[in-house]
């Protein structure tokens, strides 16, 4: 099971974008990698999830390095809403989500 | 698609207590994990079920935790004599094409 390294905190201003890396050197290649974030009182909310290359959706964009050992969460124009922990999970088929201690992710007015 | 719920949201018990957690995950949804996360700590895994059956209920502790899926639906966690190491939050999550997670139960025990 592969594990991730990422920052453990960020801060950034509204408005600006933010990119968490994350490190994941032992990823298998069943393995696809996740972004959750997560706020206070609430459970781990999906961001996106990607295999290789570049991923876009409404919410955030993901890069993959092409040896997919690295792989950086993109988040346009950031909202105080976008205050939270934000997690990198590599997970194959049929296999649980392992967390780490994450990046938190602080925005200043 | 309404959402994976949890109940109760909170639960204040002093040591020795029993207390259950009960899990109604997305319709549709065969697989169910169950994590614990302790207070600035990310979740940890503590069981998770495919229909019925437990697939991994390694990081359990056994003698205290137990987990169930009767009808590979809702799922009940339930925790014997509870200790102050048991604080956390409770967090259920059940898997379709994407992982979603409950809102959790916030447990405190004193």
């Known amino acids: 099971l592969a594990k991730t390294t990422q920052p453990p905190s960020m801060e950034a201003y509204e408005g600006q974008e933010v990119n968490v890396s994350c490190s994941h050197t032992n990823i298998a290649t069943s393995e696809y990698i996740y972004w959750y974030r997560q706020v206070p009182h609430q459970g781990p909310q999906f961001i996106i999830q990607g295999y290789k290359d570049y991923v876009v959706n409404e919410v955030a964009s993901l890069f993959i390095s092409a040896d997919r050992k690295l792989s950086t969460l993109s988040l346009p124009w950031v909202s105080l809403r976008d205050a939270a922990v934000y997690y990198c999970i590599v997970r194959g088929y049929a296999q649980g989500l392992t967390f780490g201690l994450g990046t938190r992710v602080s925005v200043f007015p | 698609e309404a959402g994976v719920t949890q109940s109760p949201r909170y639960a204040v018990l002093q040591e020795g207590q029993a207390v259950s957690f009960w899990c109604d995950p997305i319709s549709g949804h065969d697989t169910l994990y169950w994590y614990q996360q302790p207070r600035d700590q990310g979740p940890q895994l503590l069981v998770y079920?495919?229909?019925?059956?437990?697939?991994?209920n390694s990081q359990l502790p056994s003698d205290r935790f137990s987990a169930v899926r009767p009808k590979g639906t809702n799922s009940t966690l339930k925790i014997q004599s509870a200790k102050q190491g048991d604080t956390a939050t409770y967090l259920c999550?059940?898997?379709?094409?994407?992982?979603?997670f409950g809102k959790g139960t916030r447990l405190t025990v004193v």
């Open positions: 079920f495919r229909d019925e059956a437990v697939i991994d």
């Open positions: 999550a059940s898997i379709g094409t994407e992982v979603f």
